[in-house]
Structure formats: structure tokens, C-alpha cells
């Protein structure tokens, strides 16, 4: 079975600042980890995926991830947060065979101006 | 087109109604999906159907009854609801299964409320 889970309900940062959403991942298979967005009123958008090729993966929006096994983690950031990126932020994984998609409880991302 | 569509956006409904949600993509994309999302949590995983038929079933009470007329579209047809089943419903939709693999791509969803 696979689980993520993000630490951190809610993060702040100043327009203009690093962000950092946290995720770790626990899983018997191989994973593939995504993280989503969710804009107010509306469905979830991929940011990005990693699917075993390369460790560092850039997204939409100026988002990256890097999948790092040793740590269990799949941390996203950016570095220069935009007011338009305020959003609740989704850590989500699946394994090879298996059909279901897994999400985390979410991080809720507030830009302060 | 690269859109799920679903209606209606918002919907009010007694325990004693029978409503329907529909959803639709014209992506060519042959497994669809309903999610449940409560206030504040992430997306649960109730249906998925894969070339229009039921795939999984996660153990959803059967006031819930998911049909999938052909490949485009998807319907949650709802009776007898009770107030805790109040939620945002999403459907998505991937290439096939192995979308868990690969994207899936969201509707706005439908914000039911039951009264």
C-alpha cells in the first residue's frame, strides 16, 4: 500500500519568497508521486509528476520537486512565490499496478503581500 | 478540448430527491473517475470506471449508483442522500488505468448540498 503525507495544513510566505510544501512518501513499490493543485471552486490540476526518469522534476508555474528515495521525500518548491500561486496544494502517489491515486491531507498556501 | 466538464456546478437536494451529476470529456480517454471531497481534505476515491465498465468500487453505499452510458460520459446518480453525504463530487478522467500513472485530468465538480 502507499501513503504520502505532507507536513503542514497551512504554509505563509511573502510575495517574492521560497516556497516549500513538504511530502513524504511511504511505499512498497516503486512510486510515482504527483503533486496537485486546487484553486478556490474548482478541480484539482496536475503541477507535476516524477515516474522514475529524472529525480528533479519541473512542473507548471515555476514549480519543481525532487524525488529523493533515501529521505522518503518528494518536497515541491519554487522560488519566488506569486500572489497567484495562494492555493491548496496536493501531494498525491500511486504504484506500478496498482489503480488507485492516494492523496495527502493537503497544504493550504497563503502569499502575503 | 482538454476539459472535464460537469453540471450541474451547484446542487441542493432533499434526502428524499433522486438528482443526477453528469459528467463529460471528449479527450478520447477511456477510464473516468468519481472522487467525494469534504471541506478541507484531500479527494476520496469512490468509482472508477475503465472502458465503461465499473473498475473499482470503493465500498460506496449504493444511494450512490455510477453509470457510464459510453466512453464520454459519466453519471452519479443520487437517492435518498443524507446531510453528511453533502461534498464537493469531482470526476476526472486518464488516458486508461494507467492514468494513476500519468495525469488525471479534473472537472470543477459539483458542490452538492443535502438538506
Known amino acids: 500500500a502507499q501513503s504520502v503525507t505532507q507536513l503542514g495544513s497551512h504554509v505563509s510566505v511573502s510575495e517574492g519568497a521560497l516556497v516549500l510544501l513538504r511530502c513524504n512518501y511511504s511505499s512498497s513499490v516503486p512510486p510515482y508521486l504527483f503533486w496537485y493543485v486546487q484553486y478556490p471552486n474548482q478541480g484539482l490540476q496536475l503541477l507535476l509528476k516524477?515516474?522514475?526518469?529524472?529525480?528533479l522534476v519541473k512542473g507548471i508555474n515555476g514549480f519543481e520537486a525532487e524525488f529523493k528515495k533515501s529521505e522518503t521525500s518528494f518536497h515541491l518548491t519554487k522560488p519566488s512565490a506569486h500572489m497567484s500561486d495562494a492555493a491548496e496544494y496536493f501531494c498525491a502517489v500511486s504504484g506500478f499496478g496498482n489503480e488507485k491515486l492516494t492523496f495527502g491531507t493537503g497544504t493550504r498556501l497563503t502569499i502575503i503581500p | 478540448d482538454t476539459e472535464v466538464t460537469q453540471t450541474p456546478k451547484h446542487l441542493v437536494m432533499g434526502m428524499t430527491n433522486k438528482k443526477s451529476l453528469k459528467c463529460e470529456q471528449h479527450?478520447?480517454?477511456?477510464?473516468m473517475y468519481w472522487y467525494k471531497q469534504k471541506a478541507k481534505k484531500p479527494p476520496e476515491l469512490m468509482f472508477v470506471y475503465s472502458y465503461e465498465k465499473l473498475s473499482i468500487n470503493e465500498s460506496v453505499p449504493s444511494r450512490f449508483s455510477p453509470e457510464c452510458p459510453n466512453s464520454s460520459l459519466l453519471n452519479l446518480h443520487l437517492h435518498a442522500l443524507q446531510p453528511e453525504d453533502s461534498a464537493l463530487y469531482l470526476c476526472?478522467?486518464?488516458?486508461?488505468?494507467?492514468?494513476?500513472?500519468?495525469?488525471?485530468?479534473f472537472g470543477s465538480g459539483t458542490q452538492l448540498s443535502v438538506l
Open positions: 476526472a478522467s486518464s488516458q486508461d488505468l494507467r492514468g494513476t500513472r500519468e495525469k488525471l485530468f
Open positions: 516524477y515516474t522514475s526518469a529524472a529525480t
Open positions: 479527450m478520447g480517454h477511456r477510464a
